[in-house]
């Protein structure tokens, strides 16, 4: 009983969306790329957040362990999603820049690192830095997509509900008989253009707050894995 009531609602749907008008069906195909688009990259970040996760746990555990530098620099490409080895690579290639002597090849991954002849702690920092804005920004790729649709979706669909009303209106201005059952199925298919705008919107708005989360833990570790380089290098190598 309950799969015939459901189909015979989804066929009711499909019949107001035909019956619709060009500006209607303008309206619900604008709000249909919308939601679409927004699910590709529901999912494209779903999968890419799950592996930057990792990637960074990996990455973090191995620097934890690890005794040489070099070596952990060299296996950086192992980690292409972490954030945690994009900023590693930025300050190890830094470091090697002021402790390059004149005599030492031109391979950073080979470079002899020699305590006591850092020039300038401030300047790996600053490069940190740097290197971690660049890595937000790419786990930041396509979230405005996700605010706009959230914030723009309600009110197209609302501007397809105003204008189908105004028509509804107006053909029941023309007609002879004025009855709700004149105007209501008028208004139902203008409504269906809200309902669709919500649909857009509301998976939208929830994916953008909880990646914005995920956005500000990723945050979080960047600033704190950059704190514990910054001492490992200021521990072992010094301030000239």
Known sequence: MALFIAQGSFGSFWSLVGNSGPIAQMVLL??????????????????????????SQEFYERFRRTSSLSELYSKCERFPQSPLAGIFKGGYEELSQQMKSPESEDDSSQLALNPGTLKSLSSVERVLQKTAHTEMTVLETFLPWLATTGAVSPFIGLFGTVIGIINAFQGLGEGAVTTIQAVAPGISEALVATAAGLFAAIPAVIAYNHFLNRLKLFGVEMDDFSAEFLNTVERSFGVS
Do not use: A, H, T
Request: hydrophobic content about 55%; glycine content about 8%; aromatic content about 26%.
């Open 30 to 55: 604008i709000l249909l790329f919308f939601s679409l688009f927004s699910w590709g990259i529901i999912f494209q970040k779903v999968r890419f957040y799950k592996e930057v996760g990792q990637q």
